[in-house]
């Protein structure tokens, strides 16, 4: 079975604090899609990256980075720099198997205060 | 892009009753998923569509089902509203891995 596992339900930092997002996720799939998603109060869901299992490289797009590794099956995602404006909550998603419907983690709940 | 909306944007209906929500796909893709997010969790999949036919299904009943029009928009039908259908509805278009959300439906089933 496919799972996607945030531990954290709720995190709160201070305005220029860096934040780690953590991901774990379960799949049997050897080809499978990683994917960081935020959704602020209105509902909609921004998409943030999408990283394929042969690709282990890590990324960094301006103040988020993104670490991969396939050994502990986790998908962290960092925020350098908080800013208000990262306020919202962020899920971690997995795409595999025959269906190719995406996988959500519960979600946390980033709110960074001025 | 013109991107993906959804219509309508609230909805409060009553239990029992049936509604229909719909999904306008971004141009160029041709598979259309619906998503259920009740709140505080995330979402969870209902049905994906593919050139007018269901080519997946999440662990819904029945009583949700849907349709993919020639234009790739979609809709989704529940009947028998259940108190705990009470949730954000999210469409997205994709085409391959490329995928984009609509800003969401959200029902209130009283």
């Known amino acids: 079975a496919q799972k996607v596992t945030q531990a954290q339900t709720e995190i709160s930092v201070v305005e220029k604090e860096d934040v780690t997002l953590d991901c774990v996720y379960e799949t049997r799939d050897t080809t499978y899609y990683l994917f960081w998603y935020k959704q602020p109060p209105s509902g909609e869901l921004v998409f943030l990256i999408r990283r394929n299992s042969f690709d282990e490289q890590n990324e960094i797009s301006g103040r988020y980075s993104w670490n991969f590794q396939k050994s502990t099956s986790s998908f962290n995602f960092t925020i350098t720099a908080s800013q208000v404006v990262d306020s919202a909550v962020y899920f971690c998603?997995?795409?595999?198997?025959?269906?190719?419907?995406?996988?959500f983690g519960k979600g946390t709940k980033l709110s960074v205060k001025p | 892009e013109t991107g993906v909306t959804q219509s309508p944007t609230h909805l409060i209906k009553t239990r029992g009753q049936q509604v229909t929500l719909r999904c306008s796909s971004q141009s160029g893709h041709n598979t259309v998923s619906w998503y259920q997010q009740a709140l505080g969790q995330g979402p969870q999949f209902i049905f994906q569509?593919?050139?007018?036919?269901?080519?997946g299904r999440g662990n819904f009943p029945p009583r949700f089902s849907g349709l993919q029009f020639p234009n790739y928009s979609s809709e989704l039908n529940v009947n028998a509203l259940e108190l705990d259908d009470s949730a954000l509805y999210l469409c997205?278009?994709?085409?391959?891995?490329?995928?984009?959300f609509g800003p969401g439906t959200r029902l209130t089933v009283l």
């Open positions: 997205a278009s994709s085409q391959g891995q490329a995928r984009l």
């Open positions: 998603a997995l795409s595999g198997g025959s269906q190719g419907n995406l996988i």
């Open positions: 569509y593919y050139r007018e036919e269901e080519n």
